[in-house]
């Protein structure tokens, strides 16, 4: 089953504006990752932030964890028609097992 | 970065035949393999964890007589889905990662099959 609540599902917005997703989860885990998927093809690795962790920053991308809420979101500032596609949150365990949200859709407009 | 390679990117066969899908790791050794389906517009399903040396381990309500997971090696693991039908058409995805550090580095993904049975 999947433990991860995306929101929103389906995010359209114009080119230059910020686009933030969250992630919410149930159970304990060791660390989180946030994945891109364009469509048709693999996933691509974004972020890892670990359990520790409040927040992490890669180029355009901000990811923050909040444990006692269970919750992240992923902040894509200065959005460009090329980030056009589905992220992906996903828990880790400490088994090593990662279990997907159910995705949020986004559409950049040039 | 590390690589992940997943072949065939496409297959479109009748049913019932057998089809087998492999996950090659390029430039690191490959403790663990998964394998996922996914559905259109859908998430990604964990059908097994797959150990190089070991049997692989399914997830509840994945047949493992039907997707037969072999982990020969650190840097190959293959899913063959027996005597495949309609309902098996989906877009099948590996990913890949080294267990002795799974908690500091991400899984690493082959760009998926999509399995056609006519």
């Known amino acids: 089953s999947q433990q991860g609540e995306e929101d929103p599902q389906a995010l359209s917005i114009q080119e230059g504006e910020n686009a933030t997703m969250n992630c919410s989860y149930k159970?304990?885990?060791?660390?989180l990752q946030w994945y891109r998927q364009n469509s048709g093809r693999g996933l691509v690795h974004l972020i890892l932030?670990?359990?520790?962790?409040r927040e992490k920053h890669s180029g355009r991308l901000r990811v923050t964890l909040d444990t006692s809420k269970k919750s992240s979101s992923l902040l894509i500032t200065a959005s460009r028609a090329a980030d056009t596609a589905s992220y992906f949150c996903?828990?880790?365990?400490?088994?090593?097992?990662?279990?997907f949200g159910q995705g949020t859709i986004l559409t950049v407009h040039p | 970065g590390a690589v992940v390679s997943q072949h065939p990117s496409r297959v479109i066969c009748k049913s019932g035949t057998s089809v087998k899908i492999e996950c090659r790791s390029l430039?690191?050794?490959?403790?663990?393999m998964f394998w996922y389906r996914q559905f259109p517009k859908q998430s990604l399903m964990l059908m097994a964890t797959?150990?190089?040396?070991?049997?692989?381990?399914?997830e509840q309500g994945v047949e493992k007589d039907k997707f037969l997971i072999n982990h020969a090696s650190l840097t190959l693991s293959t899913l063959t889905v027996t005597s495949a039908h309609p309902e098996d058409s989906s877009f099948y995805i590996c990913?890949?990662?080294?267990?002795?550090?799974?908690?500091?580095?991400?899984?690493?993904f082959g760009d998926g099959t999509r399995l056609s049975i006519l």
């Open positions: 996903a828990t880790v365990n400490s088994y090593g097992k990662l279990t």
């Open positions: 159970t304990s885990i060791n660390n």
């Open positions: 932030i670990r359990s520790n962790e």
């Open positions: 797959s150990n190089e040396g070991s049997k692989a381990t399914y």
């Open positions: 430039d690191f050794q490959a403790t663990t």
């Open positions: 990913s890949a990662t080294d267990f002795r550090d799974w908690g500091n580095q991400p899984q690493h």
